[in-house]
T-cell receptor, first 110, second 113 residues
Framework: SQKIEQNSEALNIQEGKTATLTCNYT??????LQWYRQDPGRGPVFLLL???NEKEKRKERLKVTFDTTLKQSLFHITASQPADSATYLC?????????WGAGTKLIIKP | DVKVTQSSRYLVKRTGEKVFLECVQD?????MFWYRQDPGLGLRLIYF???????EKGDIPEGYSVSREKKERFSLILESASTNQTSMYLC????????????FGPGTRLTVT
């Protein structure tokens, strides 16, 4: 069956450290993968899109990798701050739709 | 900035009522979407529209219908609300390919009692 999985448990990280979130998928062959941030009671906000032929993409303190062999994307936040606390969602394209992971809650402790 | 607005942040309805959720975007986007989001599950697509008066079923269309009479407005209709439709409903839009970057509204938390 097709699945997209993110860590369901919250990730607690000390301020200033690098946070790494994982998105694994099975039985999909996405051309690209996206990461979104969602704050409580709000809609998701787009962060980054990475294509299958790109190994890595960066935006300020954010870095995303995409390994189509492992069927995995990693999302890194360097020099994390309490304001980075949120739920992070990954989404991949399949049959012209976006398929969403359930998200990982990230908590950055001061 | 793209702005997607939804008619209500919170809504409480009774079982069997007809419910209208409205979404408006101000960036002339071609595509609009309705999702529902439940704890522990990813966003699930209910319906999307790629043009005025055009609609396509998503993964969970049962119990819902949609209307898009104007480009900027996309309505979700629950014909006869049921308790299992209690959820967060999110509207989104995007200008290009259906599965590219999407812009979301703030969501409507619907409770059906």
């Amino acid at each position: 069956s097709q699945k997209i999985e993110q860590n369901s448990e919250a990730l607690n990280i000390q301020e200033g450290k690098t946070a790494t979130l994982t998105c694994n998928y099975t039985n999909y062959s996405p051309a690209y993968l996206q990461w979104y941030r969602q704050d409580p009671g709000r809609g998701p906000v787009f962060l980054l899109l990475i294509r299958e032929n790109e190994k890595e993409k960066r935006k300020e303190r954010l870095k995303v990798t995409f390994d189509t062999t492992l069927k995995q994307s990693l999302f890194h936040i360097t020099a994390s701050q309490p304001a980075d606390s949120a739920t992070y969602l990954c989404a991949l394209d399949s049959n012209y739709q976006l398929i969403w992971g359930a998200g990982t809650k990230l908590i950055i402790k001061p | 900035d793209v702005k997607v607005t939804q008619s209500s942040r919170y809504l409480v309805k009774r079982t069997g009522e007809k419910v209208f959720l409205e979404c408006v975007q101000d960036m002339d986007h071609e595509n609009m979407f309705w999702y529902r989001q439940d704890p522990g599950l990813g966003l699930r697509l209910i319906y999307f529209s790629y043009d005025v008066k055009m609609k396509e079923k998503g993964d969970i269309p049962e119990g819902y219908s949609v209307s898009r009479e104007k480009k900027e407005r996309f309505s979700l209709i629950l014909e006869s609300a049921s308790t299992n439709q209690t959820s967060m409903y999110l509207c989104a839009s995007n200008p290009t390919a259906i599965s590219y970057e999407q812009y979301f509204g703030p969501g409507t938390r619907l409770t059906v009692t």
